[in-house]
C-alpha cells in the first residue's frame, strides 16, 4: 500500500528525494509520516505531513529536509538537501491519521518497504 522510492548513494552535503506512493488506503489515513532506522538503532521519525498540511520535522532535519505533497499524484517527497553521514539508514514511509510534533512509530499503522540511503564520499 505504501512504496518508497528514489534511495540510493548521495556525498556528504549532497542531495536526494525520496517519495512516498500510496494506494488502497482509506481517508483517515492520510497523514504520511518519513521515519529512517540506522544499523542497531531505533526508527526515527523525520517528518511528516497532515491531510491538512501541518508539517512537523525532527530538529535536526528541520533545516535540511523538506516534507511535501502531491494530491494529483497522491505522494508525498522528502526532499533531503545538504545530506550529512548520520542521515543515513533505511528511511520508510508510513500512513496515519495525524501528524504530531513528537513524529512516533507507535502512531503509524501502515509502513512501506523501506529505501536504503547511504551517505559516503
Known amino acids: 500500500q505504501l512504496v518508497e522510492t528514489g534511495g540510493g548513494l548521495v556525498q556528504p552535503g549532497g542531495s536526494l528525494r525520496l517519495s512516498c506512493g500510496a494506494s488502497?488506503?482509506?481517508?483517515?489515513?492520510?497523514?504520511r509520516g518519513w521515519f529512517r532506522q540506522a544499523p542497531g538503532k531505533g526508527r526515527e521519525g523525520v517528518a511528516c505531513?497532515?491531510?491538512?498540511?501541518?508539517?512537523n520535522y525532527l530538529d535536526s532535519v528541520k533545516d535540511r529536509f523538506t516534507i511535501s505533497r502531491d494530491s494529483g499524484k497522491n505522494t508525498v517527497d522528502l526532499q533531503m538537501d545538504n545530506v550529512q553521514p548520520e542521515d543515513a539508514g533505511v528511511y520508510y514511509c508510513?500512513?496515519?491519521?495525524?501528524?504530531?510534533?513528537?513524529?512516533?512509530?507507535?502512531?503509524?499503522?501502515?509502513w512501506g518497504q523501506g529505501t536504503q540511503v547511504i551517505v559516503s564520499s
Open positions: 508510513a500512513a496515519s491519521t495525524y501528524c504530531s510534533a513528537h513524529i512516533l512509530a507507535a502512531q503509524y499503522p501502515y
Open positions: 488502497q488506503l482509506t481517508r483517515p489515513y492520510s497523514a
Open positions: 505531513i497532515s491531510n491538512s498540511g501541518r508539517i
